[in-house]
T-cell receptor, first 114, second 109 residues
Framework: EAQVTQNPRYLITVTGKKLTVTCSQNMNHEYMSWYRQDPGLGLRQIYYSMNVEVTDKGDVPEGYKVSRKEKRNFPLILESPSPNQTSLYFC?????????????FGPGTRLTVL | EDKVVQSPLSLVVHEGDTVTLNCSYEVTNFRSLLWYKQEKKAPTFLFMLTSSGIEKKSGRLSSILDKKELFSILNITATQTGDSAIYLCGGGSNYKLTFGKGTLLTVNP
């Protein structure tokens, strides 16, 4: 089944404790992206990747890092999480550029930083 | 900076009503306008619009794009309680998909 998976689905952590949210897709997609969703602010892009070793900042990259060492995986790293990073995070992938066809979204990761 | 604005932000209707959701956009190197439906989980794809004036339909849902006026509408006819969701509109360029804040639709029985 074609899908995007994320882990963990739920995470409660404390300020400053490094964490990684994994994202994996099995559709051989080149384009992958991370979003955060906050009430009243909609979905905002954090980082995106156009291929292995090619990443760039989205609209809200501060406090996040990403890497793309393999085509299928695009982990999101929070080196020193803060409470303002409490949010719902979605990973998405697309076979072509984002304006060319639909994105497939992962199930989401709800992160709480205390 | 790319911008997508949806209206209204929330809407409450009764089953059987017809609703129109609006999306205006300012996207550099615009390629397409995408609509998604989000219930209590990940967004699911509804439509992608690239050409002006061509309506896309799927059952009771339809959407159209006006590239001259930079907006799109999503129509839902004969609404059902299962249509209750957040509807997201996104403007796509080569490297980015910028979303609006969404319209929260509540359909009451």
């Amino acid at each position: 089944e074609a899908q995007v998976t994320q882990n963990p689905r739920y995470l409660i952590t404390v300020t400053g404790k490094k964490l990684t949210v994994t994202c994996s897709q099995n559709m051989n997609h080149e384009y992958m992206s991370w979003y955060r969703q906050d009430p009243g602010l909609g979905l905002r892009q954090i980082y995106y990747s156009m291929n292995v070793e090619v990443t760039d900042k989205g609209d809200v990259p501060e406090g996040y890092k990403v890497s793309r060492k393999e085509k299928r995986n695009f982990p999101l790293i929070l080196e020193s999480p803060s409470p303002n990073q409490t949010s719902l995070y979605f990973c998405a992938s697309s076979g072509q550029g984002w304006g060319y066809n639909e994105q497939f979204f992962g199930p989401g990761t709800r992160l709480t930083v205390l | 900076e790319d911008k997508v604005v949806q209206s209204p932000l929330s809407l409450v209707v009764h089953e059987g009503d017809t609703v129109t959701l609006n999306c205006s956009y300012e996207v550099t190197n615009f390629r397409s306008l995408l609509w998604y439906k989000q219930e209590k989980k990940a967004p699911t794809f509804l439509f992608m619009l690239t050409s002006s004036g061509i309506e896309k339909k799927s059952g009771r849902l339809s959407s159209i794009l006006d590239k001259k006026e930079l907006f799109s509408i999503l129509n839902i006819t004969a609404t059902q309680t299962g249509d209750s969701a957040i509807y997201l509109c996104g403007g796509g360029s080569n490297y980015k998909l910028t979303f609006g804040k969404g319209t929260l639709l509540t359909v009451n029985p």
